[in-house]
């Protein structure tokens, strides 16, 4: 399974961005998805998952202003990122699972894109 992403780049605060992520995986609907997060000197950090049926699970500090999403038609992750603030700059990665479970534990994913920069600042 093959995961590339797109979309990041720098922003002002407040501002937005649209990140992307495209797999090469057969039967991409039976995944579960998610997005991580790791900023310089710290750990990896789950930011959203969704299911199979579309049903989504978030970390706090995102709640109620990245939204994520996914066409099983096209095989294609996305992250709606709205209100963004320093903290929210890192290296973007999108993950794959094979299980049902939506989950922000990164070990229980194993397949996993390169990344793609987010930075915030003004």
């Known amino acids: 399974v093959q995961l590339v992403e797109s979309g990041g780049g720098s922003v002002r605060p407040g501002g937005s961005l649209k990140l992307s992520c495209t797999s090469s995986?057969?039967?991409?609907?039976?995944?579960?998805m998610a997005w991580f997060r790791q900023a310089p000197g710290a750990g990896r950090e789950g930011v959203a998952s969704i299911a199979r049926d579309g049903s989504s699970i978030y970390t706090d500090s995102v709640k109620g202003r990245f939204t994520i999403s996914r066409d099983n038609a096209k095989n294609t992750l996305t992250l709606q990122m709205n209100s963004l603030k320093p903290e929210d700059t890192a290296m973007y990665s999108c993950a794959a699972r094979g299980g049902p479970l939506k989950t922000l534990e990164g070990r229980l994913y194993n397949h996993w894109g390169r990344g793609t920069q987010v930075t915030v600042s003004s």
């Open positions: 995986a057969y039967a991409y609907s039976r995944y579960t």
